[in-house]
């Protein structure tokens, strides 16, 4: 088989057992796939049971002269089954996986929505986001503690590090996200009027120091089994009487630093924020930020519940819990300012900037530009922590609140 489109994917389905006994004759199939990489079916039959078949496509989706391993849709079956073993509340259940045709099945989220479209859409703060904000925590810090030596001891955590090596999926996030927004490169294209704002973040020494350090750290540092691109658009949403609250797309996950996943998702609270400010939305934007805070506290609280199950505790006494906090802080400042620079600069731009007016997107660019630089560089200028409010203390000014 080759790859799967709306027509074939219903005889795809009767000719796996495990789909088969899932869902009935396929009555209606949508191609969802809206992301960077692969291709996205909701599949339902007559009795409206359905499932979600998932497809790597062999080149990147926006820019099919890129070509992209396959072997990706693996590893994501790999991160998605571990992080559901440790806190299946929080990811889409894996139904199956077909590694012939690199197709995952997955549990039909369709009454979800995609978190960055909710936020995009709002024009006043929400207790909604707070709790999203909160289980995300929860998430990073149970499936951070969960996979790491402390929650599985030293042979198992070696072995997971190896099972779980995705060197190319890295590689794109080495280039893109630690290494081209802070160089020349032809990913890089910006408004004309924000190339100076570009030039101001390269042209600052720190900038590439804290880039290299974070860089460094990212490569060499297999500390947790993370999600590896904990976007606000990696992230689905049901609130109201059954929330539920979803992070998805696990296909970049590798052991790497624990501050990675929280970095990511703070430094698209901060691209929110820099959209909510340039709309003229200050309060909005200041709850935004103060995201930042919320996240971190559910995942203090979630990962200090865990530390005292941590194995081998001989050499671990609670002091050690304090630096390991630290160094998680630390990485997440550095790797949100990254995150916040490459979605404004570099290959994959976010439509909480993109989708502004012109004159809107300029402003906020400039004002995202500011801050993704006070944050790369603030623990190199001395910032200390944990701080749960520092994208409030940090960002707040840059973004003009
Ligand atoms: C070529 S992949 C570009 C981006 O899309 C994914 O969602 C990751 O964020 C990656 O950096
Ligand atoms: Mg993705």
Redesign the pocket.
């Known amino acids: 088989m080759d790859l799967l489109d709306v027509e074939s994917v219903p005889g795809y389905v009767a000719s796996v057992p495990e789909l088969a006994a899932r869902v009935g004759t396929v009555t209606d199939v949508r191609e969802v796939g809206d ?3 692969n291709l996205v079916f909701v599949v339902r039959d007559a009795d409206g049971r359905g499932l979600v078949l998932k497809q790597s496509l062999p080149y ?1 989706r926006t820019d099919p002269s ?1 070509p ?1 391993t396959r072997e990706r849709s693996s590893r994501e079956a790999y991160v998605l089954a571990a992080h559901q073993a440790i806190d299946a509340a929080h990811v889409p259940g894996l139904l199956f996986y077909d590694a012939s045709q690199y197709v995952l099945a997955l549990e039909d989220l369709s009454d979800h929505r995609v978190w960055r479209t909710v936020l995009n859409e709002r024009d006043s703060a929400s207790d909604d986001d707070v709790a999203a904000a909160t289980a995300l925590g929860e998430y990073i810090a149970a499936v951070g503690f969960g996979t790491s030596v402390l929650g599985i001891g030293s042979a198992a955590h070696k072995q997971a590090v190896a099972t779980a090596i995705n060197p190319e999926l890295c590689e ?2 080495e280039d ?2 630690l290494t081209e927004p802070f160089v020349a490169h032809d990913h890089n294209v910006v408004h004309p009027d924000n190339e100076a704002d570009v030039a101001e973040l390269a042209g600052d020494p720190d900038v590439r120091h804290a880039a290299g350090l974070a860089k460094l750290a990212f490569m060499t540092r297999a500390e947790s089994l993370l999600h590896g ?1 904990l ?1 606000t ?2 992230v689905f949403v049901r609130f109201g009487a059954s929330p539920s609250i979803r992070a998805f ?1 696990s296909e ?1 996950g590798f052991y790497g630093p624990l501050g990675f996943d929280l970095g990511m998702l703070w430094g698209n609270y901060v691209l929110a924020a820099a959209r909510a400010a340039a709309q003229g939305q200050r309060g909005r934007a200041a709850a935004l930020l103060d995201l930042g805070r919320v996240t971190w506290d559910s995942f203090e609280s979630t990962y200090r519940r865990r530390w005292p199950t941590r194995q081998d505790p001989r050499v671990y006494p609670d002091v050690v819990l304090e630096a390991l906090l630290g160094q998680v802080w630390t990485d997440a400042v550095t790797y949100a300012g990254a995150e916040v620079a490459r979605r404004v600069i570099g ?2 731009k976010v439509a909480d900037i993109e989708s502004l007016p012109e004159a809107e997107r300029v402003v906020a660019a400039r004002r995202a530009l500011r801050a993704a630089r006070a944050l790369l560089v603030h623990t190199l200028h001395g910032g200390t922590g944990p701080n749960p409010g520092t994208l409030a203390d940090v960002a707040a000014t840059p973004l003009g609140l």
Do not use: E, K, P
């Open positions: 992301g960077n990489l990147v890129w992209m794109i996030t893109l996200v691109d976007h658009g990696s797309d970049f290959f994959a």
